[in-house]
């Protein structure tokens, strides 16, 4: 049949209707479905679904390949993210001739003159340089930079931001994000990424709550226990006694109004007590990002009230 020649792939039919044959292929190039054992054909008139282009070596198709990043939100709307860079050398590593150095400056200048047009374009450019340095620093995954550059731009649009502090207002976006997606960071952790305080912190993310229409879930303690017992190197026969007992102490209704991170670590240092695996009480707290004094006293009104015997 010549089909040594012919561009096929291999289809996911069964059998052969005329023969029963698995042998089944289809031909692009000819547009067929076809049996390989009795020459049945099967159906025709196929359409291609692949590119226009036809590369007959891998060189060729490496070549002619058209593919791009994925579409991403992190970005201002309508703009490039190529940035030319100060230049100093070539591709080759060559330095570059006064007169090319100021050539590709004058390139470099009317680049960024071009790529952000309105005040709003540089204040959500400006956000975003913010926002890479607090993921990079809290190594935040794409979807949360993705939410809180979205959580952002609709504070922009509120006029929420004008007389307000950038930086205060993305760190409250990522905190956003982060409750969102349950992703766990306390607002600690995200405020002490920035050089506004937790303070100023909390206001702009209340003003968030107020004016963006925000889903937040309640915290819950249980999605900072993983992060905590892998920062300690913890077995995950602890982790999941931990579980056990935040589960147990919300049945009771010790979990409303405590702070989730604060009664994870409690849980966290009691399950060590029961399993042997000991950590301090200071160990647990640097690991939680909370206090000492907030981890005693959470351990304490959970081994009265849950009545779990500690020894000695």
Not at 55 to 77: N, Q, Y
Request: proline residues 5%.
């Amino acid at each position: 049949m010549g089909a040594k020649n012919v561009d096929v792939e291999v289809k996911g039919i069964d059998r052969c209707p005329d023969c029963g044959s698995s042998n089944i292929i289809r031909s692009y190039d000819r547009g067929e479905l076809t049996c390989m054992n009795c020459g049945l054909v099967i159906d025709e008139k196929l359409i291609d679904q692949g590119p226009e282009w036809r590369a007959f070596t891998p060189e060729e198709r490496e070549k002619r390949d058209r593919v791009g990043p994925p579409i991403s939100t992190a970005s201002v709307e309508g703009v490039s993210p190529t940035v030319i860079q100060w230049p100093t050398r070539d591709s080759s590593g060559h330095k570059l001739s006064p007169q090319k150095v100021f050539e590709v400056s004058r390139w470099r200048r009317w680049q960024i003159r071009s790529r952000i047009q309105t005040s709003q374009d540089r204040n959500i450019q400006q956000a975003t340089n913010h926002l890479e340095r607090i993921a990079f620093r809290l190594n935040l995954p794409q979807n949360v930079k993705e939410e809180a550059l979205k959580i952002y731009k609709a504070a922009v649009k509120a006029g929420l931001v004008r007389g307000r502090s950038i930086e205060s207002v993305m760190a409250a976006s990522i905190y956003a994000a982060c409750r969102q997606l349950k992703i766990p960071r306390t607002l600690d952790e995200i405020a002490d990424c920035t050089r506004a305080g937790r303070k100023d912190v909390a206001r702009c993310y209340r003003l968030l709550l107020r004016h963006v229409r925000l889903n937040i879930p309640i915290a819950d303690p249980v999605d900072f226990v993983p992060r905590i017992v892998s920062s300690l190197s913890l077995s995950g026969v602890l982790q999941r006694k931990a579980i056990e007992i935040i589960q147990q102490a919300r049945k009771s209704g010790l979990t409303a109004g405590k702070d989730p991170a604060g009664l994870a670590a409690a849980a966290i240092y009691i399950a060590s007590l029961l399993t042997g695996e000991r950590k301090t009480q200071k160990e647990i707290a640097r690991a939680a990002q909370v206090t000492e004094v907030t981890v005693r006293n959470r351990y304490k009104e959970l081994i009265k009230k849950l009545k779990i015997p500690i020894a000695s």
